[in-house]
């Protein structure tokens, strides 16, 4: 009996669709071709009589299964300690609380917070903070490439940094707290992103200046989709460091901050 050769099967999660058309004899390929290239949406991708194609639907799948994996993973521990990151955790205890608790992703127990003051930089111009947020693979994907343009862009210009933390289970609001506990100037928290079909890599910028649980909403600057395919990683540090010297010198944040 004559045995039937096995072939490789490819992942569909590797192949590139930035200019992959799949509608059958489309009217126009190349303008097809160049609206791809300008969005992660799911554009020129035809159908099966009214429903997907197979390749389509299988690429859907497996990035929502990237997505899930980008919520429920965790920042490993060894990257954090690489970087020499001081860690904390909030009052979530595991994921699943994170998820469906995000009251408690914002606070943090008096005894951590004492642990702060007791062992990080008090008072300083820049707290740099990160937390693993919804997305740990931004974390993993962008912080080699982020942290080091910050803090040497940040020690360029003079600024007394304070001790970088690392923040589990954490939430925007989290930098609030912290920033209160030391009394930093200017707060910058990096935070993954809640994942969408596009990417999982995806992370943000909250910056403040004198941050505080009192400080409204609007009194934080945000830079978001920092990742290889939005702003890529090196380019927000230089941002950000732009920003916080901004903040410095004008002692204000937010909509108050004239860009």
Not at 168 to 183: C, E, F, H, N, P
Request: net charge neutral.
């Amino acid at each position: 009996m004559r045995r039937m050769k096995q072939e490789e099967i490819q992942d569909i999660a590797a192949i590139d669709y930035t200019d992959r058309v799949t509608i059958d004899q489309p009217y126009d390929y190349e303008i097809c071709r160049r609206l791809k290239k300008t969005t992660n949406s799911r554009i020129c991708i035809g159908r099966a009589a009214d429903r997907f194609k197979t390749e389509t639907l299988l690429r859907f799948r497996a990035d929502h299964a990237v997505a899930v994996d980008s919520v429920w993973s965790d920042v490993d521990e060894a990257l954090i300690d690489e970087l020499g990151f001081f860690k904390v955790q909030t009052l979530v205890r595991d994921k699943e609380e994170y998820i469906t608790r995000p009251d408690l992703g914002r606070l943090f127990s008096e005894e951590t917070l004492q642990r702060v003051k007791n062992s990080c930089v008090a008072a300083p111009e820049v707290q740099i903070l990160v937390a693993d947020g919804l997305s740990s693979h931004a974390i993993t994907a962008n912080i080699r490439d982020i942290y080091p343009v910050i803090v040497d862009g940040l020690t360029a210009e003079g600024y007394r940094l304070g001790t970088p933390i690392f923040i589990k289970y954490g939430r925007v609001a989290t930098m609030d707290k912290i920033s209160q506990a030391l009394t930093a100037k200017v707060t910058i928290l990096l935070i993954g992103e809640r994942p969408g079909l596009a990417t999982g890599e995806s992370m943000s910028s909250y910056m403040a200046y004198e941050s505080s649980p009192l400080k409204p909403e609007h009194q934080r600057n945000v830079i978001s989709n920092i990742y290889k395919k939005g702003t890529p990683p090196v380019e927000a540090g230089a941002q950000i460091v732009q920003l916080a010297c901004l903040m410095m010198k004008e002692k204000k944040s937010g909509i108050e901050l004239k860009l």
